[in-house]
């Protein structure tokens, strides 16, 4: 079954250092995608990056990059020069291959991100 | 460009009474989500609509649920009758077909006592 793991319940970064949050994930499918998504205390939900499973280079947005190893099934956020409002909750989903009109998302449990000034 | 808009962003209810939270997709968005969010179960998919039809509502917990997308610009999930364990916080999202992420509107945090 399709399923998305992130083993870190919470972590801690000095604000400008860099953060690696850890996502793993579960599928049988060739055809795939990966994202990340940022949840504030405010509540809302914020798409960060994608990446699918053919594409070449890891995916950047910014100061948020995709660091994507298919063989080991792990699509981890890198966040660089990490600011006070990075602090949030953070999310990996996975999309199923596609197929017609199917777009549902597996999503992770989430990592609670503290960013120290 | 204005967001998906959702509508009580606040909902406090006795049990049993009738809830319909309202969304707006992003237009020229074609696909439309309903998501609920509770700690115990994290975030789970209700219902989704492509072109105003339901493709896949295996989500939704029970009867006492209905989602309805009249026209491409409007939607709406109704919990009938309401219960204590339907507070959450409930999302719409919406994506265009030519793109995979979903853009997720502020939410509503429905509380039923």
């Known amino acids: 079954a399709q399923k998305i793991t992130q083993t870190q319940p919470g972590m801690f970064v000095q604000e400008k250092e860099a953060v690696t949050l850890d996502c793993t994930y579960d599928?049988?499918?060739?055809?795939?995608?990966l994202f990340w998504y940022k949840q504030p205390s405010s509540g809302e939900m914020i798409f960060l990056i994608y990446?699918?499973?053919?594409d070449e280079q890891n995916a950047t947005e910014g100061r948020y990059s995709l660091n994507f190893q298919k063989a080991r099934k792990s699509a981890n956020l890198v966040i660089s020069a990490s600011q006070l409002g990075d602090s949030a909750m953070y999310f990996c989903?996975?999309?199923?291959?596609?197929?017609?009109?199917?777009?549902?998302?597996?999503w992770g449990l989430g990592t609670s991100l503290a960013v120290n000034p | 460009d204005a967001g998906v808009i959702q509508s009580p962003r606040h909902e406090v209810t006795e049990m049993g009474q009738e809830v319909t939270l309202r969304c707006k997709p992003i237009?020229?968005?074609?696909?439309l989500f309903w998501y609920r969010q509770t700690m115990m179960r994290g975030l789970e998919l209700l219902i989704y609509?492509?072109?105003?039809?339901?493709?896949?509502d295996s989500g939704m917990p029970e009867d006492r649920f209905s989602a309805k997308m009249p026209n491409a610009s409007f939607s709406t999930l109704k919990i009938q009758p309401s219960e204590p364990r339907d507070s959450a916080v409930y999302f719409c999202?919406?994506?265009?077909?030519?793109?995979?992420?979903?853009?997720f509107g502020p939410g509503t945090r429905l509380t039923v006592t």
């Open positions: 999202a919406s994506s265009f077909k030519g793109l995979w992420e979903q853009y």
């Open positions: 237009s020229g968005h074609d696909y």
């Open positions: 609509f492509n072109n105003n039809v339901p493709i896949d």
């Open positions: 599928t049988s499918d060739q055809s795939y995608g």
């Open positions: 990446q699918g499973s053919y």
């Open positions: 989903a996975m999309r199923e291959a596609y197929a017609g009109n199917n777009r549902k998302l597996i």
